[in-house]
């Protein structure tokens, strides 16, 4: 009975994987808001990479945050540190909700030390104040890996949310340190000016993405109660 159950598990996760790749993809072309001081928009994607890590776990989160995210990439519609972003936060979200708490915090921790001190341009040499968002986000993380909430209410779901979708942003921001550091943008001011630009901007942005992340998740567990497709379903 096992290796009949185990097949029909991971086909079921396959295919739902392939549906959830497409919403994903369409997501990318449906614009919330526009990122302040660029031309680029929030995508509804943002909002549903951390719900479908919640919902269905890490392994059909990061499969189809990844394929969905890979096609609004070829599309022109997703730039690299979205396509990022979208894939850790639906990850890290997906081993929250597995209890796999000691792996999510190594993983949120090594994403910011390495945005953080990525030489020269990371913000511990240039603007440090700018990652006070993210150290919160770090205790919320430490706070709800230690606690016994229920998984399923309205404060675990927002703290899932907000945690997952600032590893995005982390990662998001190392992809494009990367990127961008030192042939696109070599001028080391211009990167402490873009630091000091955000402090303020991106946790607005992150606690937007992590409100509607929340209402999706929630309406959509209700949704899918009972019918085994979701985690506890």
Not at 42 to 66: D, K, N, Q, R, W
Not at 99 to 105: E, F, G, S, T
Not at 150 to 173: E, H, K
Request: glycine share 10%; with cysteine; hydrophobic share 50%.
């Amino acid at each position: 009975m096992t290796s009949v159950k185990k097949p029909f598990k991971n086909s079921k996760h396959v295919a739902l994987s392939v549906c959830l790749s497409g919403l994903y993809a369409i997501s990318c072309f449906i614009p919330l808001f526009q990122i302040l001081g660029s031309r680029n928009f929030i995508t509804l994607a943002a909002m549903l990479a951390p719900t479908y890590g919640m919902l269905f776990g890490p392994f059909v989160g990061i499969l189809s945050a990844l394929v969905g995210g890979y096609i609004g990439f070829l599309m022109g519609v997703l730039s690299p540190m979205s396509l990022a972003s979208g894939i850790v936060a639906s990850f890290s979200a997906g081993l929250l909700r597995l209890k796999k708490r000691v792996l999510c915090i190594s993983l949120y921790l090594f994403l910011l030390c390495v945005f953080t001190f990525y030489p020269p341009v990371g913000p511990f040499w240039l603007f440090p104040p700018f990652i006070w968002f993210q150290i919160i986000g770090l205790l919320i993380l430490v706070w709800h890996a230690s606690g016994k909430s229920n998984p399923t209410d309205f404060i675990s779901f927002l703290a899932i949310s907000l945690v997952s979708t600032l590893a995005g942003q982390i990662a998001g921001s190392v992809t494009f340190e990367v990127t961008y550091w030192p042939i696109l943008i070599p001028d080391l001011n211009a990167w402490r000016g873009t630091w000091q630009a955000l402090t303020f901007i991106y946790p607005i942005e992150r606690t937007i993405i992590a409100i509607g992340s929340t209402i999706i998740g929630i309406a959509i567990h209700k949704a899918l109660k009972g019918t085994s497709l979701t985690l506890d379903g």
